[in-house]
């Protein structure tokens, strides 16, 4: 079993940055990748950004040049960091991992940003 716990959500205004922080615990064997998500209001859960067990990584067009996500393998904590945030950024953001042969999804920060 993984445990994923999030922090650094919050509210900004449009251009400001966030840190989001996703830790992981428990049962860890090995974590293939981590990602993150986010859901708004009304909306599908989309992919934002991921990154593997040997650092690569990608991310979504809509936040491409804007949000870069990294990990802390001593912490196993995967970050995502947000600058130039916009109102469409707006959402519940959610970190994933993949252990295991299992998903593990974090109880969800929320993001608001203001225009």
């Known amino acids: 079993q993984v445990q994923l716990v999030e922090s650094g959500g919050g509210l900004v205004q449009a251009g400001g940055s966030l840190r989001l922080s996703c830790a992981a615990s428990?049962?860890?064997?090995?974590?293939?990748?981590m990602r993150w998500f986010r859901q708004a209001p009304g909306k599908q859960r989309d992919w934002v950004a991921e990154i593997t067990s040997g650092g690569s990584t990608n991310s979504a067009d809509s936040v491409k040049g804007r949000f870069t996500i990294s990990r802390d393998n001593a912490k196993n904590t995967v970050y995502l960091q947000m600058n130039s945030l916009k109102p469409e950024d707006t959402a519940v953001y959610f970190c994933?991992?993949?252990?295991?042969?299992?998903?593990?999804w974090g109880q969800g920060t929320q993001v608001t940003v203001s225009s």
């Open positions: 994933f991992a993949h252990s295991g042969g299992r998903v593990y």
């Open positions: 428990g049962s860890i064997f090995r974590i293939n990748v």
